[in-house]
């Protein structure tokens, strides 16, 4: 089972509000809210804690509040750092997160695009895309970009036994969409198709030394989406 916490990171340097999605998707899960406050290289953290953390304060428990009034736990934590990246990946690693929840703009949540790359993970990232979709009519789309040495009917395979999960946790096959596309450039692929999207769940890869938690793939998906983006963890 996926870990019942999720981290949702914030800057808190700027007065920012989330979006209406960012409540959906979280559901029931605990919050370990991140607000951020990066200060440059030069400036210890310390002194622009001292300067700046009363209203940096004020923003986070702002932003909780909208977590609270929907009865979810949340747990705010500030931290004044010159590395966000790094914060996040300890913190998540500290906490014990599940799945990491990247705010982006979206309207509403009509439409979730989910990249399967393969079995790995994959048992995770539907249970996340199960609870999100259940008691909603937001239209799941299961999404593979094969690689022009995949055989054909692998992807077809592997997206027809995820979709037989989503039915088996309760999700209706008629809001179950599949599709395929075969490309040399994955990223730019499913980039491409978050246009079209609302929110995107993709699960964590093995992880490279720049990208110290979630891999190379998911951090891309995340730095250039516009909309929320849900990182579901491994094992």
């Known amino acids: 089972m996926p870990k019942r916490t999720t981290l949702v990171p914030v800057s808190v340097r700027e007065d920012v509000t989330l979006p209406s999605v960012v409540y959906d998707l979280v559901g029931s899960l605990r919050v370990v809210l991140l607000g951020t406050y ?7 953290p310390e002194q622009a804690r001292e300067n700046f953390e009363e209203v940096a304060r004020e923003r986070l428990e702002a932003l909780a509040e909208g977590f609270s009034d929907r009865g979810t736990e949340v747990e705010p934590l500030l931290v004044f750092t010159p590395d966000r990246a790094e914060t996040v990946d300890r913190v998540t ?23 399967v790359r393969s079995e790995t993970n994959l048992e995770r990232i539907l249970e ?21 040495d995949e055989e054909e009917g ?3 395979l592997l997206l027809r036994g995820a979709r037989a999960r989503l039915v088996s946790a309760g999700v ?3 809001s179950i969409d599949l599709r395929t596309e075969r490309s040399e450039e994955p990223i730019a692929t499913i980039l491409a198709a978050t246009e079209e999207a609302d929110a995107v769940v993709i699960g964590e890869t093995k992880p490279s030394l720049r990208t110290m938690v979630f891999g190379d793939v998911p951090m891309r998906i995340v730095e250039e ?6 990182v579901v963890r491994r094992d």
């Open 154 to 156: 692998e992807a077809d």
């Open 172 to 174: 209706p096959p008629g």
């Open 225 to 230: 989406a516009l909309c929320p983006v849900i």
């Open 93 to 115: 690693v500290e906490r014990e997160c599940g799945s990491v929840l990247f705010p982006g703009v979206a309207e509403s949540l009509e439409r979730v695009l989910v990249p």
């Open 38 to 44: 990066q200060v440059p290289e030069q400036t210890p």
């Open 128 to 148: 996340v895309v199960a609870r999100i979709a259940n008691g909603t009519t937001t239209t799941i789309t299961l999404f593979h970009v094969s690689g022009e």
